[in-house]
Structure formats: C-alpha cells, structure tokens
C-alpha cells in the first residue's frame, strides 16, 4: 500500500457526460501527479500540482481539468466523454516537485466510458 | 527530447529460466534518473527500482537484478529464476530536467512477461 488513495475504484459512464476523479496523497506529500494509461497511448503523464499550484503539464486534453486543494488532495475531471477517454487514470504523490523525488502510485480508477 | 523503448513487447518463458527485459532511454540531460515498474493483472504500479545517473553500479535485490550502463544508455531488468508470480507487465521510466525540471516519468511502452508453469 502507497498511501495514495484514489476514488472510485470503477468508474462507467456514457458519452458526453463529465465525471471526478479523487486523489488523496501520502501524509506529508505536497506534489500531486496524474496520469493516463490508455491502449493507444500507453501510459502519459497528463499534470502535476506543488502544494496547490500548477507546475507542469503534459498531453492533457482542454476537455480535462484539475486542481490540487488547500487539503492538498486533488480531483481530475473529465467532460465530454469520448468512448477514447475510457482509460486507467492513476495519481502519484511526492513529497517535492523536482526529479530527486520519488512518486507513489495509487490503485488507479478504471474509467469505461460507453 | 526524452524517451523511454522498450523494445519487447511480450516475453513468453517457463517457470525457472532467467529473463531479461531490456530498456533504452533518450535524454541529453546529465542529471535524471531511471526506474522499474510492475504492473500486475490486478492494475496497479508497484514500484521496483530508482537509479541517479551518478550511480553506474548495477543492483541486485533477491531473484531481481538491473545493469546500468550510460555508455549505452540501457537500464536492463533480470529476472533470476523466474516465477509465475512474475507475470506482469514491465515499465522502464525516466524523469530528468529536460521535462522543464518537473518531476514527470517519462514511460516506456512496457513489456508483457508471462512465466509458465
């Protein structure tokens, strides 16, 4: 066990709709990462968060969104589902933003989208 | 530009051969660091390895071994003795300042391994 909670676990919903995803990172982490593991495109990071601010993003989509919380758990969200967002979406924490740090995997949350 | 192959795809071998997964990196940065990865069926990351590309030496923990060599920028994974509980899939990854100094992996496109009895 991590310590990363993520939330849910399954997730299946139809096109067009919007969901949130949850992420609660290890006691003490402040940087918070997600990531998409698709067939298509493998697994790719999609943005990071240090302690509520935005630092880094990769091949995330307008369609996407995050934010980090004073509480420092995150939540990603997804709209205008398309059938190729059906995706595992993982997030990783740790404890400062540069590459010296190590990240810890949550369990994932399995997104269908029908 | 910074990237991770992983030229096998899907490796087949039965319970008690040794295994090597192979790993090949891009990155002109000086500074960066490499991991392994396993993924179960069960889906989750487990977390294997980190190596500083200060630290050519290579690792042994248990049945798993990794040989780090720069000059070939390789970051192969040996698998002694394989196990069917071995079965999984395998990610190299990298993360260097070349990503804008932020700490994303950078993830290889995995290899499939299945130990059979």
């Known amino acids: 066990d991590s310590g990363v909670t993520q939330t849910p676990k399954h997730l299946i919903t139809a096109t067009g709709q919007r969901v949130t995803l949850r992420c609660s990172p290890r006691?003490?982490?402040?940087?918070v990462y997600w990531y998409q593991q698709s067939l298509d495109q493998g697994l790719q990071f999609l943005i990071q968060y240090y302690n509520g601010e935005e630092r880094a993003k990769g091949n995330i989509l307008e369609r996407f969104s995050a934010q980090q919380f004073p509480d420092l758990h995150s939540e990603l969200n997804l709209s205008s589902l398309e059938l190729g967002d059906s995706a595992l979406y993982f997030c990783?924490?740790?404890?400062?933003?540069?590459?010296?740090?190590?990240?810890?995997f949550g369990p994932g949350t399995r997104l269908t989208v029908t | 530009a910074q990237k991770v192959t992983q030229a096998q795809t899907e490796i087949s071998v039965v319970e008690k051969e040794d295994v090597t997964l192979d790993c090949v990196y891009e990155t002109r940065d000086t500074t960066y660091y490499l991991f392994w990865y396993k993924q179960p069926p069960s889906g989750e990351l487990v977390f294997l390895i980190r190596r500083n590309s200060f630290d050519e030496q290579n690792e042994i923990s248990g049945r798993y071994s990794w040989n780090f060599q720069k000059s070939t920028s390789s970051f192969n994974f040996t698998i002694t003795a394989s196990q069917v509980v071995d079965s999984a899939v395998y990610f190299c990854?990298?993360?260097?300042w070349g990503s804008g100094g932020y700490n994303k992996l950078i993830f290889g496109a995995g290899t499939r391994l299945a130990v059979h009895p």
């Open positions: 990783a924490s740790s404890v400062g933003e540069g590459i010296s740090y190590e990240q810890y």
């Open positions: 006691s003490g982490d402040l940087s």
């Open positions: 990854a990298l993360s260097g």
